[in-house]
C-alpha cells in the first residue's frame, strides 16, 4: 500500500517535564516550525499550547505543557493544572528529562505521579550534544528500572538529533481515525496569543535576569489593515513600579528593541507586514486577575 493510499491515524502525544527540560524546544522540531516559545528562563510555558506534526498519513497533536514544579502561587497552580490536563487521554506521554541539570527535586514528584497514569509512558533523555555518556547511560538505565518505559529516547531538541527517529517512532503509536485539523494548520494557538508570546519571549531574551518570571503580555488590539498589513498593540505588565524603567531603558531604547525583534519574527510567521505598538504597566495584582489568566489560555485555580 503506497503512502497515499494507507489508512490516516490520529493521536494525541503530551510532553511534560520539568521546567526549562527543553519541552517547547522539542514541539518546535516535530512542527518543523515555531509554534511555542522557547527561553534559557525556566517555566517559560505557561498554558498548554497544541503544535500539529505530521509524518506522512499520520497527523500528531502535541500538547506543549507548562513544566510541573511545586506550585506557590495562584499562577503556578494554574500552569501545574494545565499541564496534567494535557496529559489526560494522550495516546503517549513524552516525559522530557534535561540529563545535565535533572532537576531532581521537581523530577521526582513527577515520576511518582507517572506511576499511577495509564498511558504508555516514553522516556526522552534531552541535550545529548552537551551531556556526558557515561552519566547519561547511568541515568537511562535508573529511571528505566524506575518505570516501565515503552521506549527511552536519547536526542537533542536544539539541534534535531535523533528526533526523527523518535518522530516515526510516535507515528507507529497513534491510532487509526481522521485528522483532527486541516493539512496547513501548526498548532491551534489564536494569533493573538501567538504574538503575545512572542513579545514576551523577547522580554526574556534582552532582559535576561533583570526581568521577573510573573511579568505578562497582554493583546489590546488586532486588527487587518486595509494594505493587508496587521496593526498590534499590546499591554506589558509588570508588578513593581520599579521595573518600568527597566523594560523601557535609556530613553526608550530597551522597549524599541523588544518591540522591533518580536515584529520582525511576527512578520516572518504570519508572512504580512506587522506594525507592532507596544508600552509598559504597573499592576501589582496581575496574576489574581481571572481576565489575564483566560488571555494566557489557562483555567483560573483557586
Given at each position: 500500500?503506497?503512502e497515499?493510499?494507507?489508512?490516516t491515524?490520529?493521536?494525541?502525544?503530551?510532553?511534560?517535564?520539568?521546567?526549562?527540560?527543553?519541552?517547547?524546544?522539542l514541539?518546535?522540531?516535530?512542527?518543523?516550525?515555531?509554534?511555542a516559545?522557547?527561553?534559557?528562563k525556566?517555566?517559560?510555558?505557561?498554558?498548554?499550547m497544541?503544535?500539529?506534526?505530521?509524518?506522512?498519513?499520520?497527523?500528531?497533536?502535541?500538547?506543549?505543557t507548562?513544566?510541573?514544579f511545586?506550585?506557590?502561587?495562584?499562577?503556578?497552580?494554574?500552569?501545574v493544572?494545565?499541564?496534567?490536563?494535557?496529559?489526560e487521554?494522550?495516546?503517549?506521554?513524552?516525559?522530557?528529562?534535561?540529563?545535565?541539570?535533572q532537576?531532581?527535586?521537581?523530577?521526582?514528584?513527577?515520576?511518582e505521579?507517572?506511576?499511577?497514569?495509564?498511558?504508555?509512558k516514553?522516556?526522552v533523555?534531552?541535550?545529548?550534544?552537551r551531556?556526558?555518556?557515561?552519566?547519561?547511560?547511568?541515568?537511562?538505565q535508573?529511571?528505566?528500572?524506575?518505570?516501565?518505559?515503552?521506549?527511552?529516547?536519547?536526542?537533542?531538541?536544539?539541534?534535531?538529533?535523533?528526533?526523527?527517529?523518535?518522530?516515526?517512532?510516535l507515528?507507529?503509536?497513534?491510532?487509526?481515525?481522521?485528522?483532527?485539523?486541516?493539512?496547513?494548520?501548526?498548532?491551534?494557538?489564536?494569533?493573538?496569543?501567538?504574538?503575545?508570546?512572542?513579545?514576551?519571549?523577547?522580554?526574556?531574551?534582552?532582559?535576561?535576569?533583570?526581568?521577573p518570571?510573573?511579568?505578562?503580555?497582554?493583546?489590546?488590539?488586532?486588527?487587518?489593515?486595509p494594505?493587508?498589513?496587521?496593526?498590534?498593540?499590546?499591554?506589558?505588565v509588570?508588578?513593581?513600579?520599579?521595573?518600568?524603567?527597566?523594560?523601557?531603558?535609556?530613553?526608550?531604547?530597551?522597549?524599541?528593541?523588544?518591540?522591533?525583534?518580536?515584529?520582525?519574527?511576527?512578520?516572518?510567521?504570519?508572512?504580512?507586514?506587522?506594525?507592532?505598538?507596544?508600552?509598559?504597566?504597573?499592576?501589582e495584582?496581575?496574576?489574581?486577575?481571572?481576565?489575564?489568566?483566560?488571555e494566557?489560555?489557562?483555567?483560573?485555580?483557586?
Amino acid at each position: 500500500m503506497s503512502e497515499s493510499e494507507a489508512p490516516t491515524k490520529c493521536g494525541v502525544v503530551a510532553v511534560i517535564g520539568a521546567p526549562n527540560a527543553g519541552k517547547s524546544t522539542l514541539v518546535n522540531q516535530l512542527v518543523g516550525q515555531k509554534v511555542a516559545i522557547t527561553s534559557a528562563k525556566a517555566q517559560t510555558t505557561r498554558a498548554k499550547m497544541l503544535g500539529i506534526a505530521l509524518n506522512g498519513p499520520v497527523q500528531m497533536i502535541l500538547v506543549d505543557t507548562p513544566g510541573i514544579f511545586a506550585p506557590r502561587r495562584r499562577l503556578d497552580r494554574a500552569m501545574v493544572s494545565a499541564a496534567w490536563e494535557g496529559a489526560e487521554a494522550a495516546d503517549a506521554i513524552l516525559l522530557i528529562v534535561d540529563p545535565i541539570k535533572q532537576r531532581r527535586h521537581e523530577l521526582e514528584p513527577l515520576l511518582e505521579a507517572l506511576e499511577k497514569r495509564p498511558e504508555r509512558k516514553i522516556l526522552v533523555l534531552n541535550k545529548v550534544d552537551r551531556a556526558k555518556k557515561e552519566p547519561l547511560l547511568a541515568l537511562a538505565q535508573e529511571l528505566g528500572e524506575r518505570m516501565a518505559f515503552e521506549e527511552i529516547y536519547f536526542i537533542s531538541a536544539l539541534t534535531g538529533d535523533g528526533v526523527a527517529e523518535m518522530k516515526d517512532a510516535l507515528s507507529g503509536l497513534m491510532p487509526e481515525g481522521v485528522w483532527m485539523y486541516p493539512e496547513d494548520q501548526v498548532s491551534d494557538a489564536s494569533e493573538r496569543l501567538l504574538a503575545a508570546e512572542i513579545t514576551r519571549e523577547q522580554l526574556y531574551a534582552q532582559l535576561h535576569e533583570e526581568l521577573p518570571y510573573d511579568t505578562a503580555v497582554r493583546p489590546e488590539q488586532y486588527k487587518t489593515r486595509p494594505d493587508g498589513s496587521l496593526e498590534i498593540h499590546q499591554q506589558i505588565v509588570v508588578t513593581r513600579d520599579s521595573q518600568k524603567p527597566i523594560v523601557l531603558g535609556k530613553g526608550g531604547q530597551k522597549i524599541k528593541a523588544i518591540g522591533a525583534a518580536a515584529r520582525a519574527e511576527l512578520s516572518e510567521i504570519l508572512g504580512v507586514k506587522v506594525h507592532l505598538f507596544l508600552h509598559v504597566k504597573h499592576s501589582e495584582g496581575w496574576s489574581d486577575d481571572k481576565e489575564v489568566f483566560e488571555e494566557m489560555g489557562l483555567d483560573w485555580v483557586k
